[in-house]
């Protein structure tokens, strides 16, 4: 969030403006994740995997950028997640989507 | 300071382009085009005649090409352009075949990407202003040989008189 902070320089609007553009991303790409199956072929998880942790990263949420990381790293090198792990993921997501909208 | 390069940010992630092509107007880069697949940005390659690109690998989000196929074409079309890979793939394989096909440089995203990215550009701008420079004087010392060759011509014609 320090990028946002520093790029908005104390005005309210144009936080709200990139705190929307991050979300408009977030909140369709979890839904898209939450209804992947892990029994499937995973390269789904993977590209979403993929496409959000640098969001998330910009956005300041580590440990939610650390385990999708490495998620997409398992699936990469031919592994797969199991539904906890994915779950797990969601979570992280929704109370990172839900601390963006509280700041809007 | 406003450094005149033409950058383009080829990248499917739209947040975090809007965020970086902030991040450069803020660090006086005031020409900085966005594109989210490589064929939008290749068809305006020729009109725009971009001098900088930050190119990510993984453009799947937005159409066919991936980083690397752009890269390729930029570099058959506009080889002077200075190509910078900015890509979520810490992937040794990819930035390899990125350096030996021309990218100026790999850059892979984490917290400090942004300004290393401006680094980068940094480097592309100093290397422009100084062939700019180089051109320039070049041209001068064109102009000092030929006043001093009118100048040699008219002594000896004034001599020879």
């Known amino acids: 969030m320090e990028i946002i902070d520093r790029l908005s320089a104390g005005d309210p609007e144009k936080k709200k403006y990139y705190l929307r553009l991050f979300l408009d991303t977030l909140e369709p790409e979890l839904g898209r994740l939450k209804s992947c199956d892990v029994n499937a072929d995973q390269e789904p998880i ?3 995997l993929h496409k959000l942790k640098s969001q998330v990263q ?6 939610a950028h650390t385990l999708m990381a490495s998620q997409e790293q398992t699936i990469k ?4 997640i199991d539904q906890a792990g994915l779950d797990k993921t969601c979570e992280l997501l929704s109370e990172l989507i839900q601390n963006l909208q509280d700041q809007l | 300071m406003s450094k005149h390069l033409k950058i383009a940010l080829v990248d499917d992630d739209i947040p975090n382009t809007e965020v970086l092509r902030d991040f450069l107007i803020r660090n006086g880069y005031n020409h900085v085009d966005k594109f989210h697949d490589g064929e939008s940005f290749l068809e305006s390659l020729d009109r725009f005649d971009e001098r900088a690109v930050v190119l990510d690998f993984d453009l799947s989000g937005g159409g066919d090409l991936n980083g690397l196929e752009v ?25 390899v075949e990125s350096l030996k096909n021309g990218a100026d440089d790999y850059i ?18 100093d290397l422009q202003v100084l062939r700019t420079n180089e051109k320039r004087n070049q041209r001068i010392s064109w102009a000092l040989a030929l006043g001093w060759m009118i100048t040699l011509v008219g002594v000896a014609l004034y001599v020879a008189n």
């Open chain 1, 46 to 48: 993977r590209s979403i």
């Open chain 2, 71 to 95: 890269l390729e074409a930029i570099k058959e079309r506009s080889p002077q352009t200075h190509v910078i890979f900015f890509s979520g793939q810490d992937s040794l394989e990819v930035a």
């Open chain 1, 58 to 63: 910009t956005i300041g949420a580590a440990e």
């Open chain 2, 108 to 125: 892979v995203k984490s917290n400090a990407a942004f300004a290393l990215v401006k680094t980068s550009l940094d480097k592309v701008y």
């Open chain 1, 77 to 80: 090198g031919g592994g797969a």
